[in-house]
């Protein structure tokens, strides 16, 4: 399997949740300015542009990190990185996803666009992300992890996401739970190693 990825993006969750599925892949890094990788254009393998891409030995593509979380948790179902199927634990997982990758990825990815100038971003942050982060933050208050007690592969989309607000100069010390859950996983050997691969300094 290859993951593409550009580095501190979308592609860290799924490459946490790689290693925590103890699936073998290789690592292709995209450069996002010439829509280029090693292998030459990146268009030809996704025509979306966008990361992660994940591409299965056979050849099939998985785009959109949220159906590719799910994909690597179908692999090894008894790690419980994703609920049971048909089971209400395994729908309130969905909302999760659904909510990480509509509010708070889309949501933060409007902070990088160049089309807004910093005011507007500023009033964006505090009209929206502000609300965003505080519901999360009453989840955490009462979990360790999204789903409860133990990991899950939204833990990892999570984490993923969360590391982008001080890249932008969003205070997140204001949200101690949400600090907690970062320090928690940032424990996780699985964090560590895909941190380390794509080169990310420590948070």
Request: net charge negative; proline share 7%; aromatic share 12%.
């Amino acid at each position: 399997m290859k993951l593409y990825y550009s580095p501190g993006s979308c592609g860290l969750s799924p490459a946490i949740a790689l290693r925590e599925a103890c699936l073998a892949f290789d690592l292709v890094k995209v450069d996002f300015a010439t829509k280029t990788t090693v292998e030459g254009n990146y268009l030809d393998v996704n025509p979306k542009g966008f990361i992660p891409i994940l591409v299965l030995d056979n050849g099939d593509l998985i785009t959109e990190g949220a159906v590719i979380l799910q994909w690597i948790a179908d692999q090894n179902p008894g790690l419980n990185l994703l609920p049971a199927f048909g089971t209400q634990e395994r729908y309130r997982a969905l909302e999760w996803l659904n909510v990480i990758a509509t509010d708070l990825a889309k949501g933060m990815s409007t902070m990088f666009q160049p089309f807004f100038d910093d005011a507007a971003k500023n009033r964006y942050a505090e009209g929206f992300l502000k609300g965003r982060f505080a519901f999360v933050e009453e989840h955490l208050s009462n979990n360790d992890y999204v789903l409860g007690n133990e990991f899950s592969a939204p833990d990892a989309y999570l984490y993923n996401v969360l590391n982008w607000p001080p890249r932008v100069g969003i205070d997140m010390s204001v949200y101690p739970a949400i600090e907690r859950f970062m320090r928690r996983m940032e424990q996780r050997p699985s964090v560590q190693a895909a941190r380390a691969a794509e080169g990310l300094p420590p948070r």
